[in-house]
Every structure is written in C-alpha cells, then in structure tokens.
C-alpha cells in the first residue's frame, strides 16, 4: 500500500519526541563504546522505545480524525516479539500491535497513522498490526510464528484490562490440548533453523541469531517455558527443574554474550545482520576487549568464547527439549515405565535413556563414562541429558589424570567406529571436557577457529567430521561418485588406526606454521598413553604426519613424471599406509567444507594414489633394499660434485635422471656420465672405455627422432655385437646411451676402430651414410650363428607402468637385429624412453619403455596389433 | 585491451601466476576445468578392472590485459607452463571491447 501522510505537518510535538530519541540514541552508543553490555543495553534500548512510543501514541489520540474517547479505554499498545522481550539490538525490528476494542473503525485507522507514520518517519523498521482480542487469538491459533510473539508481549501503553484479557485467552489456548502440538511445532521449527543455518558453535562465520547455539535457541527455550510450564524467566525454569543451576547460569551468561556481540555488530554493519562474517570477527574483538597478547590472536580468543558459549546453549537446549519431549510427547505406556536397570555398574538405563548411577560411578569404575557413550550408540538409546551433570561432577572428585586401558581404548575406538550417530556424542564428550581429559593436548583444538575461505568448521568439529567421513566411506556413501573408496576401504586392515589418525590429524593446529609435524609428534605421545603398541603408533603419526603429502602433490606436482610418483612410494613404502593416506584425504577433504572437495580434486588424487599404488605393488623402488641403493648412490653422487659444481646444479641433475637410472647405476658411473653431460653441451659425445674385457661406449647426445636405431645401426655396421643397452632421457631431453659391445669376432675393439665408430655414429646422425643399404650388405657377410631357430615373440604390455607402454622382444641374435627392431619402432612413430637390451648366448631380451608420439601410452589396438606385427616381420 | 584466457596443467598454475606478477599483472581468474585434446586421458587399473578417464583436469585461467602487455603475457604463460610433453595446454587471445569495475564505474584501462 502506498504511504500516504494523512497530515503534511509534523507538530511540533512529535518534532521534540524525535529529538528526544536520537538523543537517546546517542547517549546509548556512548555507553555502548564506554562498556559495552548486552542484556542491559538491550534493556534500556526497549525503555527508550517505550518512551518515545508511548508519547507518540498520546499525541496520536489526540489527533485529527480520531473522535473523542474516555482516553486509554479500550485500546492498548503491545509490544511483541525481541521487542515484547526487552531484547532490543541497534537495528532490531520494533514489532508493536494495536490492540483495541472500538467499534469506530475511522478512529483506529488514523490512532493507527497517527502512530506508525511517526514510528517510520525516525527510520524504524516497524513490525505492525492492528488487532482485537479476538482476532489476535484467531491468528496466534493458526500462525505459530504469531503465536510465539504474542507470548512475550506486554503493554507499553493503553488499557491494562485489554491486554490482559489477551494474555489470558492465549493462555487457555495453550493449556488445552494443543500443548503437544505448540510443543512439535517449536522443534520442527527449531529443526528448520538448525538446518538452515547450522552449527553456530562449529562454523566460521556463525549466524549468531539463527543458528544451533545461537540466541534463538534461547528464546525457544524460553517460549516453551512460558507457553508449556508456565514459567517466564530463567530463574523459573530452574525452580522447576527442568534446568540444573549449572546450566540456568550457562544460558544468562551466552546470553549476555551473544547480546554484546550483536549490539556491536549491527553498529559495525550500520544495518541489521546476524552472521558474524570474518571481516567484522576482528572488529568485534578488538572492541570487545579481546587483545592479541603471548602469541594469541586476540581474534582466536573472541571465536573461541563465543564458540564455547553456542555450545553451552547448544549442550543445554538438547537436554531441555529431550526433557519435554519424555514429558509431553512420550506414550503413556513408554512414561510409565519406571524400571531402571543397571545394563554394566555404574550405568543405569531408564525407559531408554542412559545415564551414571551417580557422580562416584566414576571413581568406582574408570572408564564408566566412555563405556556409557558407547553404550548409547551401541544399543540405540538416548542420553540422558538431565543426569550429564553426574559426569560432570564425577570428573571433578577424580583429580587424577586419566589413565587409558586397553577396555576403555576399545569403548573409545567403537564409538569413533558408529558414524554419524557418533556426532552428538563426540560433541557431547567435548562440550563436558571429557576428550580433555582423557586427550589433554585436546584443549587446544577445541573450540579452534581457522581463519580461511577454505574451511567452514572449527577445528574439533573438522576433526570429528573426519571420523564419521571415514566410516560414510566405509558404509559406501559415495559409492555413485567414486565406488574405489569403499573397496579400498575394505582392504585395509587396521580400520582403527585410520579412525584414530583421522581424529588427531589436525592435533598439531593453532600453534604456527607446521601442524602436520608437530601433530605427529603430539599423535606419538597420545597413542603411548593410550597404549597403542610402538608399530601401531608409527603408523597412525606417519598418517598425521603426511596427511596433506597427496593432496598438495597431486594439485603441486606432475604426476606424469614418474620421479615424483617414485618419490612418493618411497616416503610411504607399505600399501596399507598409502591406502589409508589416501582414504585420510578424502575423508579430510569432505569434512572441510563443500569448496574443498570436487571430482576436480577426486580424479587428481585417485590418477596419483593408483600410480603410486602401482609403484608399491611391484615393489622395485620400494624395497628397502632399493630405497637404500637410491638413497646412498644420490649422497656418494652428491659427495663426489657438489663441492666441485655446487650443489645446485648436482641436485637438478639427480632429480632431472629417472630413478631407474639411480638404482641400475653405480655412482662412480654416475659422477662419470655427468661430467661427460656437462661437457660435451649440445654436440653429440661418444666416450669408450675397457671394462671386465667388454668394450663400454657411453653416448651423450640431444634426443632426436631415430636415435637410437642409427646408433645401433652405425654399431652394426662396424661389426660390432650388442651385449646389453641402458638408455635414459634426462628430463631436459639429454639422452644418455651405454652400449655394452664386443666384436664380433674379437673381444676388444681396437683404438682405432673406435675412432671409426664414432665417425659413423656422428655421420649417421646427420644422415650422411644410408644404413640402410650398408647394412644389409654387411649381413650377407656374416652368418647367422644360431644353428636352430627359435620362434621370434613380441610382448605388448601396457598394465605393469602407468608411464610407459612397454615393448618386450624375445629373438635370435644377429648383426643389425637392434637396428631392425628399433627402426621399425621409429618408423611407427614411437618414441623410446627407457630401453634394457641383454644377450645371453645366442638369446636377445629386448625391453623398451616406449611413448607415442604425443608422449602417451599407446591405447589404441590397432596400432598395439601393428607394432607387433611390424616388428615381428622384421624379425623373420 | 585483451582477454587472455589459458588452459593449463594444474600442477602450473603458482609458476604462471608468479610469472604473471612478475609482469605487473594484477588480476587473474582461475577455474578448475577438466576437457581433453590431443590428449586423450588415460586408463587407470585397480585390481585388474580399468577405469578409462577420459577427460584430463586442468587448469583455465583468464586474465584481462592492456594492449601492449599481451604479447609479453602470452610469452610469459608460454614459458612457465611448458613441459614439452603432451597437454601442456592453449592459449586464446580476444579483443575486449570495454572493461568497467563496478565499485567506481571506471571504465576502460582504468578498470584493469
């Protein structure tokens, strides 16, 4: 409806009411600035809203339009809602109702105008109505929402008889039978909200009203208390036991608290807002008196105080509403059921909640309270909210430290086992300090904020997340998207240890830089005291340790390049870690926030975890025997040229050679092929060498297309018998070449025809001489010594690397055989990588890691058929 | 002005980013993409059963450059997102008809 003044002129009365408010306004500020409170301010922030209401509404009896009437007979003005409650924040809605009893409905329309105009005019967001009796209990019966205003609502001005017959209708409405449901409607509504807005005690950037522990959680309470048990303050619930003392303070102090915070908080937006986003949490704490002082954010500290107070209201209101539902919503049948038995001592079982026999169970039987967490979960039953207090009070009389056995550590391992049931307990047991106490290093994650866009929960809640990840993986929640997990899942053997890591892995937050080591080492000293046996304990901090060691390879790294996956296999060695490293990441990733886990990320790691898998699975550079070889061959490497060429340049080439090349070489020989590398630049070198009566030539030349088949051809054709070939690429594209070679019918090879081997070589490459024709000249000249002939065999395989596709020869030796097979290979474009050629008498073993020519496996069938046919042929 | 947009290899994505700054650009505009090309995947075995993965992750970035500076930004990507090997990416370079950051309605260079 379009506002339309019915009186242009603002009297010069109502010109001072709003004088007189901003005055207030600023006089409130200024408290606010001096010592900021909350309920107070809240408190007198109404009053002034009192105030000036009730002046307005004078004036506006007085108004034009308005007949003459015995004043303040049958109309009253009601505050309702935060207002009804004296709770009012800077920007707060200012809900009000017109409660009247006129049959001249010209005069209430311009009592109407006359008071909400001026309620706008001063900027007020202004929730408004204007009702009977009668129609105000109509609507409260069919509009849950009303009906919850309505129950904190007063008068603030007009006739007291009016509202009081209002408060006493709804009243009744509420006492009859529609108490259950009022009762249903707050938890479905509560529920709604919960879902809606979250865990303010576990998200970064809380919604402080809406959210689970947030203020309307408090006033729920407060709702049902009014509308159910007839109380209307805190201190009345108490009185009814409904609330022990303990929790009662709790509540008034997270009050107060979040209060304060939003007072400062709607001043820092200049608007109304609930959600406590990063950029006002500094803000806030700083005017709130939360310095940064030995080390501690003062930012943290604010988070931390306000996440302790939403879980507090969190803890508390669970334990309010299972008391009401027992009372309101139970069966008869279930109510009445007053057996208590005693499932273990020191528990007792009523109906179907569980709680201690007493505080002193807990002194009595050690380890009773994790047995009754899991009790609960085990045999589906609830806790019971009202006797927490006896853990509560038991941990106090107990002033030793907590000593683990091995019944409790089994109890704690089954409730990390339950999954998502687990979730309320887990926060259950934190809320009470009861994972303090049995995890002293606890205290520092608890209640942690993390201060990035990345994370959505605070650290326990991320930690706890995690667990219940890993069993939803288990259970196979996310068989459609990745159904490798669950099977990996199954695999592994030591779910324990998993669930353990996944709980701690972040042990180490909230002291620097560093978490994933100092987590281990905190992990190590946890797992003794839990008395996890010395392996046990090694692996669950090799997990903590390296729990970011996948992800950040798998997004940092090329996992095309088989060092870095090489590298990895021999950081985790044993398949079980690495599958229980990669399940940790993905249960960690889940459980941070929806930004953090995609099928982006998904394919990334899972291309990483199975190449590493594979790595481990055929066990060649995982052995300790091989980790060791690499290890000492790369320091004796490392000894040997870094002093002469700095060790910069020595580590570029260690990482730029494969790791194959590490394990089949000695470092004399490697410090060797370096310094040849290093020398002979962009030409091409050949270098000869004696060795054990075999003639060793050790080729360094830019990798071109064909290289290696013209080498070999050029060795042909001086009569020269391959016994063996190792050839590597450097990264850089350097291939390094040793040929083991005797002749053919001599076992040395003379200085001089070394000489003319590498002449040829080098005119070979620059395709000066057709190998061609000379060779299949030469090889009349010879004869084939094999007397029998074997049948040729050529082996495709591309599952044993996830880099290479590799072509395994089986032939008859004869002069020019590895130039005829690796000319075919050339011809089909293939690009040889990695090649271990040996003769044993008269048998050739010819293996080459090869590529296509865009650097891929070859996956295409066709071409695999062709080059077996092709080299097959050759071979014939 | 130019809209350079690039697909790269994931793992690339800080090298570019430095190599981009070091040239004086300030903004840039990252998206995890997965496509594939010459490329083609890969098969992934697990216990003998293949998974064939056929589109490959990779990184696009967009970033919006003065006219002069292009050339030197395409150099850039080129030079820290080479591998040498198989999909190392593209790069596309358009012509931006107007630019306008929002905050102050600058237009043009000014709101680069």
Redesign the interface.
């Known amino acids: 409806m379009p506002y339309k003044r019915a009186d242009q002129a603002i009297p010069a009365r109502l010109a001072s009411i709003s004088e007189r408010y901003k005055g207030g306004l600023i006089n409130l500020r200024k408290e606010h600035d001096a010592a900021p409170s909350g309920l107070e301010l809240a408190q007198k922030r109404s009053d002034l809203m009192d105030e000036i209401i009730a002046a307005i509404f004078k004036e506006a009896l007085k108004g034009p339009g308005v007949a003459a009437s015995p004043a303040l007979k049958g109309i009253s003005v009601i505050a309702v809602g935060g207002y009804g409650r004296r709770e009012l924040c800077p920007f707060s809605d200012i809900d009000v109702m017109i409660l009247h009893q006129l049959r001249d409905s010209e005069s209430i329309t311009r009592i109407a105008e006359n008071l909400f105009y001026p309620l706008w005019d001063l900027g007020l967001v202004v929730g408004h109505g204007t009702r009977t009796v009668k129609e105000s209990l109509l609507m409260a019966s069919t509009s849950f929402e009303f009906q919850t205003s309505l129950l904190e609502a007063r008068s603030v001005i007009g006739d007291p008889a009016l509202f009081q017959k209002l408060r006493e209708g709804l009243a009744k409405q509420l006492r009859s039978r529609k108490g259950k449901r009022f009762l249903q409607n707050i938890l479905k509504e509560n529920d709604r909200r919960h879902k809606q807005y979250g865990q303010a005690a576990y998200l970064l950037e809380p919604d402080l009203k809406e959210g689970e522990g947030g203020l309307r959680d408090i006033h729920a309470i407060l709702w049902a208390a009014i509308g159910l048990l007839g109380a209307t303050s805190m201190s009345d619930i108490e009185r009814g036991g409904y609330l022990t003392s303990y929790d009662a303070e709790a509540l008034k102090q997270s009050l107060e608290f979040m209060l304060r915070v939003r007072n400062h908080l709607h001043y820092l937006a200049n608007r109304k807002t609930d959600r406590l986003f990063f950029e006002h949490q500094e803000k806030i704490s700083k005017a709130l008196g939360f310095n940064d002082r030995d080390g501690t954010r003062g930012i943290e500290k604010f988070m931390r105080s306000f996440y302790t107070h939403a879980s507090a209201v969190e803890r508390v209101s669970r334990s309010f509403w299972e008391q009401l539902k027992d009372e309101f919503l139970s069966p008869k049948s279930f109510k009445d059921i007053a057996t208590i038995h005693a499932p273990e001592s020191g528990i007792a079982v009523h109906g179907n909640r569980a709680s201690l026999s007493s505080p002193s169970a807990i002194p009595e039987h050690p380890g009773v309270e994790i047995r009754l967490f899991k009790l609960v979960l085990k045999q589906n039953l609830a806790i019971d909210f009202k006797k927490l207090g006896f853990i509560r009070e038991g941990l106090r009389s107990n002033g030793t430290p907590v000593r683990w056995t091995q019944e409790i550590r089994d109890d704690f391992i089954d409730i990390l086992s339950a999954g998502e049931s687990a979730l309320p307990i887990l926060e259950t047991m934190d809320h009470l300090g009861l994972l303090t106490r049995y995890i002293p290093e606890w205290e520092r994650v608890s209640c942690l904020p993390q201060h990035d866009s990345y994370h959505l929960y605070t650290v326990d809640m991320h930690l706890f997340l995690t667990v219940v990840e890993i069993q939803k993986i288990g259970a196979g929640s996310y068989d459609t998207s990745n159904p490798l997990l669950r099977q990996i899942y199954d695999e592994i053997g030591r779910k324990d240890l998993l669930l353990i890591a996944g709980l701690l892995h972040d042990i180490g937050k909230g002291a620097g830089k560093g978490h994933s080591k100092r987590g281990a080492k905190i992990t190590k000293e946890i797992c003794a005291r839990m008395g996890l046996p010395a392996r046990d304990t090694k692996i669950v901090s090799f997990l903590v340790e390296n729990h970011l060691l996948l992800p950040d390879t798998a997004q940092r790294r090329d996992l095309n390049d088989e060092n870095v996956i090489i590298d990895i296999a021999a950081t985790v060695v044993r398949e079980d870690s690495l599958k229980m490293l990669y399940l940790l990441s993905i249960a960690d990733s889940l459980a941070t926030g929806p930004k953090a886990w995609d099928t982006w990320k998904d394919s990334l790691l899972r291309e990483l975890f199975l190449k590493v898998l594979h790595v481990i699975i055929s066990g060649e550079y995982t052995s300790k025997k091989s980790i060791d070889r690499m290890r000492k061959t790369a320091a004796k490497v490392k000894t040997a040229l870094a002093s002469r060429y700095g060790e910069e340049e020595t580590d570029l080439f260690l990482k730029q050679m494969p790791h194959s090349y590490l394990l089949a070489q000695a470092s004399d020989d490697i410090v060797e092929h370096f310094e040849q590398m290093r020398t002979s630049g962009d030409s091409i070198s050949i270098i000869a060498k004696q060795k054990n009566g075999v003639c060793e030539l050790t080729l360094v030349a830019r990798d071109r297309p064909g290289l290696f088949y013209k080498v070999s051809g050029a060795l042909a054709l001086h009569g020269v018998n391959i016994l063996g070939a190792q050839i590597y690429t450097r990264s850089d594209g350097m291939a390094l070449d040793i040929f083991k070679v005797t002749g053919y019918f001599e076992h040395g090879i003379s200085e001089d025809k070394q000489d003319d081997i590498r002449r040829d070589i080098k005119r070979a490459l620059e395709g000066k001489i057709s190998l061609e024709y000379r060779i299949a000249e030469k090889a009349k000249r010879y004869l084939t010594k094999g007397i029998l002939k074997g049948t040729p065999n050529v082996e495709v395989d591309n599952a044993s690397s996830d880099f290479y596709t590799i072509i395994e020869v089986h032939a008859e030796d004869r002069i020019g055989l590895l130039y005829s097979i690796t000319r075919v290979m050339h011809d089909l474009n293939l690009d040889i990588h990695l090649a271990k050629v040996s003769t044993n008498v008269d048998k050739v073993i010819d293996v080459f890691y090869v590529w296509d020519i865009n650097g891929q496996k070859l996956y295409d069938e066709e071409q695999i058929n062709d080059v077996k046919r092709a080299i097959l042929m050759t071979l014939n | 002005m130019k809209k350079i947009e690039a697909i790269i290899?994931?793992?690339k994505l800080?090298e570019v980013k430095n190599a981009l700054s070091k040239l004086g650009v300030q903004g840039l505009t990252a998206y995890?993409?997965?496509g594939f090309g010459?490329?083609?995947g890969?098969?992934?075995?697990?216990?003998g059963a293949e998974?064939r993965?056929d589109?490959v992750?990779k990184v696009k970035i967009e970033v919006l450059v003065d006219e002069e500076l292009s050339s030197r930004v395409v150099d850039a990507i080129m030079e820290a997102a080479r591998?040498?090997?198989?999909?190392d990416g593209k790069i596309f370079v358009y012509p931006v008809e107007d630019a306008i950051r929002i905050r102050t309605g600058e237009r043009g260079t000014d709101a680069i």
């Open positions: 290899k994931p793992f800080d995890e993409v997965k010459r490329q083609k890969h098969t992934e075995i697990y216990r998974y993965v589109f992750p591998t040498g090997k198989i999909g």
